[in-house]
């Protein structure tokens, strides 16, 4: 599974963004999918994930209620919608893919980063 990450930019706070992430593969349909962002000098951390059959999603407390993830199975493709953005959301959102929905780093396959800034 390959992944490619796109959507990303700079946007005032309180702007919204839509993270797009295709992948190549057969086994898309059947993995989960998920974000994970870095800002400079901070950990990786876990922004959210989407089973294959997006029957189940999770969320960061950081960004429940403002961020909404799906995908399109036909498409190949998991978005991230990012609304009423914060300064403090400003990192690389990174994708990822694997066999299980998990809020750790353990997911198999990761694609390139698209970086987002937020100004105040």
């Known amino acids: 599974v390959q992944l490619q990450a796109s959507g990303g930019g700079l946007v005032q706070a309180g702007g919204s963004l839509r993270l797009s992430c295709a992948a190549s593969?057969?086994?898309?349909?059947?993995?989960?999918m998920g974000w994970f962002r870095q800002a400079p000098g901070k950990e990786r951390e876990f922004v959210s994930a989407?089973?294959?059959?997006?029957?189940?999603?999770s969320y960061a407390d950081s960004v429940k209620g403002r961020f909404t993830i799906s995908r399109d199975n036909a498409k190949n493709t998991v978005y991230l919608q990012m609304n009423n953005l914060k300064p403090e959301d400003t990192a690389v959102y990174y994708c990822?893919?694997?066999?299980?929905?998990?809020?750790?780093?353990?997911?198999?396959?990761w694609g390139q980063g698209t970086q987002v800034t937020v100004s105040s």
């Open positions: 990822v893919a694997g066999p299980l929905m998990r809020s750790d780093k353990l997911y198999p396959y």
């Open positions: 593969g057969r086994a898309f349909s059947t993995y989960a």
């Open positions: 989407i089973t294959w059959s997006a029957g189940s999603t």
